[in-house]
């Protein structure tokens, strides 16, 4: 069983920085692609970003390109995401996501395995 933990949520003002961090336990980490999505409320699920199981490849949605970036390390099974330059547009809860397969996929409906989420807040 797959098991993601998600940490370091909180609040912060426009244009600070916050790094969530997601501990993953219950198959071979290094095997599979990782990915972020975030959810607002009354909004759609949304994706972030995603990172190959190598960490050679990253992939991010536009509206966090440049200011998001996602690192993983497969020794210690996890994966991070670094936010910079936060704007209240950002607000949600993050999610740590991936698959039953290892391609990575920017749809964010095509993930099989979340965790609880973390929820994250920019003030204006």
Same mark, same amino acid.
Not at 45 to 52: L, P, W
Not at 76 to 84: A, C, D, E, I, S
Not at 94 to 105: E, G, I, Q
């Given at each position: @069983?797959? @098991?993601?933990?998600? %940490? $370091? ?5 426009? $244009?600070? %920085? ?7 336990? $219950?198959?071979?980490f290094s095997g599979y692609a990782m990915g972020w999505l975030r959810q607002a409320p009354g909004k759609e699920?949304?994706?972030? $970003?995603?990172?190959?199981w190598s960490g050679r490849s990253t992939y991010y949605a536009d509206s966090v390109k440049g200011r998001f970036?996602?690192?993983?390390? &497969?020794?210690?099974?996890?994966? &991070?995401?670094?936010? &910079? ?21 920017? &749809? ?7 965790? @609880?989420?973390? @929820?994250?807040?920019?003030? %204006?």
């Open positions: @069983q797959v @098991q993601l933990v998600e %940490s $370091g949520g909180g609040l912060v003002q426009t $244009g600070g %920085s916050l790094r969530l961090s997601c501990a993953a336990s $219950g198959r071979t699920r949304e994706f972030v $970003g995603a990172i190959s970036t996602i690192s993983r390390d &497969n020794a210690k099974n996890t994966v &991070n995401l670094q936010m &910079n330059s936060l704007k209240p547009e950002d607000t949600a809860v993050y999610y740590c996501a991936t698959r039953t397969v290892v391609a990575v996929t920017t &749809n964010p409906y095509e993930y099989d395995y979340w965790g @609880q989420g973390t @929820q994250v807040t920019v003030s %204006s």
